[in-house]
């Protein structure tokens, strides 16, 4: 009953609960992909290669969104990618939000030169190109699944530092926060106490809007060869390598990009209902 109240309440809002809809799908498939019977991703076929989308299921047929070059099933393949995808995406967004926010947390709290290198940081790296400092890193790291990870946090976490400082500044001078120093607690206790639950707002409205683009960023460097390694199925390298049969196979590149896309709008989608949905200042009714 109370989750169809809400909804009732949402109904206004229906693209967000759409792009909810569409990404709790997504996880789905990409959880019982290995328990759907499908073909190996990795397996190749080249008695099948190249065949076009069917809905038939019975002998060479059983390829709903056909196979490319190799005679791999697309549709395996896009489950099977977007496993890796959400991994990264999603361990890379928790990584570089756990680092931004505690940063944050320190600079707006404690000020001073703590907040003066920080932030000087952060304009560095906001001046630098994300694209070109994910290839820079990734090039001397080399490509695989931590250090992809890893790059991809890094090109994320000042987005939480900053505005997690704003809102610290503001909260650490309520009224609640100065009777708690009054009565002696310490700076632990009012961090994790009393600051950090009032500043975690907007921060899960950033993570999603993170996501989506750390979704993008992963699937650009894997395009340049510099994400996951064949035979891994990767969103990024389905497209690079479909791009040179565009003309005489267009569902080789076309329905990994559709994937790519809706997986991308569902997550803005559910970015911006959170948004409005836990802004205080927002009509609910």
């Known amino acids: 009953m109370r989750l169809l109240s809400f909804l009732h309440r949402q109904r206004a809002n229906w693209l967000g609960l759409l792009g909810a809809a569409l990404l709790v799908l997504l996880l789905v498939l990409a959880l019982a992909g290995p328990w759907l019977g499908l073909p190996d991703p990795t397996r190749g076929d080249l008695k099948a290669r190249m065949m ?7 002998g060479l ?10 005679g791999r099933d697309i549709l395996s393949r896009i489950i099977a990618g977007s496993r890796v995808t959400l991994t990264i995406a999603g361990s890379a967004v928790i990584l570089g939000g756990m680092v931004g926010v505690f940063l944050g947390l320190v600079a707006g709290y404690f000020g001073g030169w703590y907040d ?41 976490w000042v987005r939480y530092a900053r505005i997690v400082r704003a809102q610290v500044l503001t909260v650490r001078e ?15 206790r009012l961090l994790l106490r009393h600051i950090l639950p009032n500043v975690l707002t907007p921060v899960f409205v950033v993570a999603t809007l993170e996501l989506a683009r750390t979704i993008v960023l992963e699937a650009g460097l894997s395009f340049l060869g510099l994400g996951i390694q064949p035979p891994s199925p990767s969103w990024g390298r389905m497209l690079a390598d479909g791009r040179t049969y565009i003309a005489s196979a267009w ?13 991308v709008l569902s997550v803005n989608l559910l970015g911006d209902w959170l948004r409005d949905w836990l802004d205080p200042r927002a009509d609910r009714h």
């Open 174 to 188: 309520r009224e609640f926060v100065q009777a708690a120093l009054a009565m002696g607690a310490g700076h632990a």
């Open 61 to 70: 047929g059983a390829h709903p969104f056909g196979t490319d070059q190799l």
């Open 251 to 263: 569902w080789i590149i076309t329905l990994p990009g559709l994937a790519l896309m809706l997986t």
């Open 52 to 58: 076009a989308p069917t809905l038939s299921w019975a």
């Open 116 to 156: 003066r290198i920080l932030m000087r940081l952060v304009d560095i790296q906001l001046a630098f190109p994300l694209m070109l400092l994910a290839l820079l890193v990734v090039a001397a790291l080399g490509p695989s699944l931590h250090n992809l990870i890893a790059v991809l946090a890094l090109t994320s």
